[in-house]
Every structure is written in structure tokens, then in C-alpha cells.
């Protein structure tokens, strides 16, 4: 970014960051800047109520409800599909319109009908198809925001910054994975699952309030880029054989790996008995890990070996998962999830870098719609998850799934030179210019 952005984006006290940054970035990284330090409050704010909407929508269905696995599937399917439809379309809305307001009408509106679905279960009014359709909505407002999450980055901070943006933004997810899980737990067996959903809408709500005070200033970008359509950042990662294999790796990961997720609310009550409690403990283990993992990147995500720690972490994950598929005693679930959560951390925050890094910023809404669809396919491998579950049990299914993130691991390093050879860091984003 030029020193204009950077003066943009440090506020008042640009100048004197300046003078004391070393050539490596600010001292304190993205915390350096205002924008960001007010960004990355508001994701607290939001991410706190999305942990208590994951383990309370899982409970309702698969306890409350009283449906089987196969359930579990068809909903997280029912909130992944439009979320995963509309991620593309989404893209290039973050790439033409103010990413702020994008942002601030996706999660007021989510805030909403998340406060309606809390009442409906408060009131005993709730059944399965009124979560069902509360989901889909829910995942094409979540469709809308993903991209201009990601977009909004290089307006907060200098590119020099983005890793530790990136890695801070993940704290985020992982230290509500610690926290979430463990309260809604809690919170489902002494006072019901209704007060998740309004924990939901309030952490939304607040995001939505904090969201509003960012005063932004659109980046320069390119104008041709700008006249491609909506699957121009399609054209481009496929054009691209590192974008190919970083994004190729989160899509497969995604559907075959993370599916354990969709299944923990079994491995909790059928095969642990641990109760909501120990479910909660159990996505808590993986938070956990996960944020040490990111303290880790930090430190290894922009070195030269990037791209093999990334293969590896990936290739390990797969075998954490499926080493817990196999556990029968709750110390050693949690470790293995540990485990899973700390390699996870690590591969996502530097498969996330490097687009940031790399992709054109006229182009960012787009390809980060793509990589942001990838998330939710993990809720897509829910549903054959479930049904695979009914035939060879849920150990089976997740053994299975996870140790094919291994292979497909090993395969990436054989053949994608481009990935093992990921580079270190870049001064700023690549312009359409110069991809040629």
C-alpha cells in the first residue's frame, strides 16, 4: 500500500508509528492501527455469538428435537448450500459496493431473525422445519458478509501487516472455540438451549453497532479487473496454479476432513457419554489448540518453508482426526482434538495469507468468495456424513474422511511444486497489470 494508505489506516498516530516500525512491520503488527484494533473488537463481538448458535442449533436438533444424525446433515446442508450458491455472486458485491455496509446489513439482519428463532424456542414453538428454513436464511446473510470480511482487511492496515491481521483475526475464532462451546454448554443444561440463540443475536448485534463507526477509504484498484464479471476471480484461480492448490486443499479438506464436526454431538452423547458439557469441553479442546496454533503461525507463516508447514499441517490433521475417531476415553478425545486444532490453525492462517497477500485488491471480493466458500463445504460433507454414519457408525466415517485429507496432503506435495515452494511474504498485492 502506498504511505497514503498507511496514513489512512494508523489515524492520528501514523507519523509516530512510522518512525518506530522496523523494515519487518509495526512493532505491534495489525494492532497497530485504530481501524483494525475497532475490527477486530467487533469479530469478539460476533464470533462469541456464532459459538453459542453452532453448539445450540446442534443440541436442538439432535436432543431437544429428538432427530437422528442424518438430521444434523440436513441442516448444517440447509445453511451451507445458499452460503456456498451465493459465495461467488457475494464476491463481487464485496469487490463494488462499500464492504462496511455490506457488512453492517448482513449482521443486523442475522441479528434479527436470530432474536425470532431464540422466542420460537423460549415458547416451545419450534420444529424442525422452522429451523431448517431459519438456517438457509441465515447462511445466504452469512454468503453476503464472508468476502467483505476478508476484503476489508488491506482498508484497516498496511499489506506489511496482513499476516499478523490474519493470524490476530483467527485468535479470534479460536479463542471463542475455547470460550463459546464451553459456556453454551453449560448454559444448555441449566437453562435451555433458547438462551444460546439470544446469545447469538446479541453478539450480532453489537458487531453490527461497531461495524458502523469504521470510516473506510476505497482502495485503488484496477479498472479493467473491474469490468470483469462475477466469475473473473473463478478465471483467476484457475489461471493460477498456487491460488489452484492453496484453495484446491481447503475444498478438499473441507468436505472429506471436517465433517468430525458435524458428528461431535455423537461422539459426545453415544460414544463418550459425556453430555452437553463434555461437548462443549470437547470443541473447546480444538479452540484451544487452534489458538496456540495461531501464536505458532505468527512465528513460522511467513518463513521460507510456508508451504511445506502447510502440506504438513494439513497431512497431520488428518491423522489427529482420525486417531480421535478411535478414542473411547475423554482425557484422549481431547488431546487428539488439541492436536486437530493446533495443525488446522496453522494451515488455514497461511493458506488465508497467501491470497491476501498475492490477489489483486480489484479482484479480492471474488477470489476471497471463493476461499470463503470452501469453510462451509464442511457442512455439505455433513449430510454423507450422516448418511454414513446410519450404515458403518460415526468412528468409521470420520477415520475414513480424515485420513483421505492425509493422502490428498501427501499427493499436493508431490505434484505442486508451486505450493512447497509457497513464497515468504510480498510487499503488496499483485495488480492486474502485472499477472498479466
Do not use: C
Request: aromatic share 10%; no cysteine.
Amino acid at each position: 500500500m502506498s504511505g497514503t494508505g498507511s496514513e489512512r489506516a494508523s489515524g492520528d498516530d501514523g507519523d509516530t508509528d512510522r518512525d518506530t516500525e522496523a523494515e519487518d512491520g509495526p512493532r505491534w503488527g495489525a494492532f497497530s492501527y485504530p481501524n483494525y484494533r475497532l475490527y477486530w473488537v467487533s469479530m469478539v463481538a460476533r464470533v462469541f455469538g456464532l459459538q453459542f448458535r453452532f453448539i445450540g442449533q446442534a443440541w436442538l436438533v439432535f436432543v431437544e428435537l429428538d432427530r437422528s444424525p442424518l438430521w444434523l446433515g440436513i441442516v448444517g446442508l440447509a445453511s451451507a448450500l445458499p452460503t456456498i450458491l451465493l459465495s461467488v455472486p457475494a464476491g463481487i458485491i464485496a469487490d463494488r459496493f462499500d464492504t462496511r455496509r455490506v457488512l453492517v446489513f448482513s449482521q443486523s439482519l442475522t441479528a434479527l431473525l436470530t432474536f425470532g428463532m431464540a422466542t420460537l424456542i423460549v415458547t416451545g414453538l419450534v420444529n424442525i422445519w422452522l429451523v431448517i428454513g431459519w438456517a438457509i436464511i441465515v447462511g445466504a446473510l452469512a454468503a453476503l458478509a464472508n468476502p467483505a470480511q476478508a476484503a476489508i482487511l488491506p482498508r484497516l492496515i498496511e499489506m506489511r501487516a496482513m499476516a499478523s491481521a490474519v493470524a490476530f483475526t483467527s485468535s479470534v475464532w479460536n479463542t471463542m472455540r475455547i470460550i463459546g462451546p464451553a459456556g453454551a454448554g453449560v448454559l444448555i443444561a441449566v437453562i435451555g438451549t433458547g438462551q444460546a440463540f439470544f446469545v447469538t443475536a446479541g453478539g450480532f448485534t453489537i458487531s453490527a453497532v461497531l461495524l458502523a463507526t469504521l470510516t473506510l477509504t476505497p482502495l485503488e484498484r484496477d479498472s479493467e479487473a473491474d469490468d470483469g464479471g462475477m466469475f473473473e476471480g473463478v478465471r483467476y484461480i484457475f489461471t493460477n496454479r498456487l491460488f489452484l492448490a492453496t484453495i484446491g486443499l481447503s475444498f478438499f479438506t473441507s468436505v472429506f476432513g471436517s465433517s468430525y464436526q458435524t458428528l461431535l454431538p455423537v461422539f459426545a452423547e453415544d460414544i463418550l457419554d459425556v453430555g452437553s458439557t463434555g461437548f462443549g469441553m470437547l470443541e473447546a479442546a480444538a479452540g484451544i489448540g487452534g489458538f496456540l496454533g495461531t501464536l505458532a503461525i505468527i512465528k513460522v507463516g511467513a518463513g521460507r518453508h510456508a508451504g511445506t508447514i502447510m502440506l504438513g499441517a494439513a497431512a497431520l490433521f488428518g491423522l489427529f482426526v482420525a486417531s480421535f475417531a478411535g478414542s473411547r476415553t475423554m482425557a484422549l478425545s481431547l488431546a487428539l482434538l488439541f492436536a486437530g486444532g493446533f495443525t488446522s490453525s496453522m494451515y488455514l492462517n497461511i493458506g488465508m495469507t497467501t491470497l491476501q497477500l498475492l490477489v489483486p485488491n480489484e479482484l479480492r471480493g471474488r477470489v476471497m468468495g471463493v476461499w470463503s466458500m470452501t469453510w462451509f463445504l464442511a457442512t455439505v460433507g455433513g449430510l454423507p456424513a450422516g448418511l454414513a454414519t446410519e450404515v458403518i457408525g460415526a468412528p468409521w466415517t470420520v477415520a475414513l474422511g480424515s485420513l483421505s485429507v492425509t493422502a490428498f496432503a501427501v499427493l499436493l506435495f508431490v505434484l505442486s511444486g508451486e505450493l512447497r515452494r509457497l513464497p515468504p511474504a510480498v510487499p503488496q498485492p499483485a495488480t492486474a497489470a502485472q499477472r498479466g
